[in-house]
């Protein structure tokens, strides 16, 4: 990463990120109907572009997702979350795990287990102590964090941090190298491994581009 980031460049980030969230949490209306209307694919090839110009994968992944675009948004609602339930979700287990700790886990031989993993723990701490706690009382869901689309969205708050475009909430305590050690340590090894599964998995122009972005991000961010 640049040892210098500009709150501009921050700022590109953080969109960055907030699309890769979108794209890995559960398929939201509105996201169908940007996917539909071809907006996601054009906010992609331009943010992307921003945050690693010059990477062939990001002008090969507005293809995809502008090969996404076209239809109804009901129609791609549904699509987007019958392909997001077959690859991230599944009958009895994921084809592909969207979890870092359940990962991390498995290449070390052990079965992985969601919320006691010792990654997702670690995870989880990390966050709270950035002032980013799930509020139950509020009726946000007990998922557990260390799901890909959660630690976008954790990076994407981050970014906005560093640009102080968002003050952290009383009480957080974030480094200026925080970014850079959770990224390191916990998004980037996952989101290469899910990144290079998902390209041969996914029978979706849409998941095909996501996947292409997340490498992107993962590699070059």
């Not at 964090?145 to 969205?153: C, F, L, P, R």
Request: charged letters at 20%.
């Amino acid at each position: 990463m640049e040892s210098k980031m500009t709150a501009e460049m921050w700022m590109h980030r953080a969109s960055a990120f907030e699309l890769l969230s979108l794209a890995f949490l559960l398929p939201s209306r509105p996201l169908a109907e940007a996917v539909a209307a071809g907006e996601y694919a054009e906010a992609a090839d331009e943010v992307f572009g921003l945050t690693a110009p010059n990477d062939a994968r990001v002008t090969e992944a507005a293809a995809h997702l502008a090969a996404a675009a076209g239809g109804d948004g009901e129609a791609t609602l549904h699509a987007l979350r019958r392909e997001h339930t077959r690859l991230l979700v599944g009958e009895k287990e994921p084809l592909l795990t969207p979890y870092a700790g359940i990962w991390r886990a498995q290449q070390q031989g052990q079965q992985g287990l969601l919320f006691v993993s010792e990654t997702s723990l670690a995870i989880e701490r990390f966050m709270a102590r950035c002032g980013v706690a799930k509020d139950l009382a509020a009726g946000q869901t007990n998922d557990p964090v260390d799901h890909i689309g959660t630690m976008a969205e954790f990076l994407q708050f981050l970014c906005l941090v560093q640009a102080e475009a968002v003050q952290a909430p009383e009480g957080a305590v974030i480094g200026a190298d925080d970014f850079d050690a959770f990224f390191a340590e916990y998004f980037a090894p996952y989101a290469c491994w899910l990144a290079s599964e998902l390209a041969a998995q996914t029978r979706s122009e849409f998941f095909k581009g996501a996947a292409l972005l997340l490498a992107v991000a993962a590699e070059r961010f």
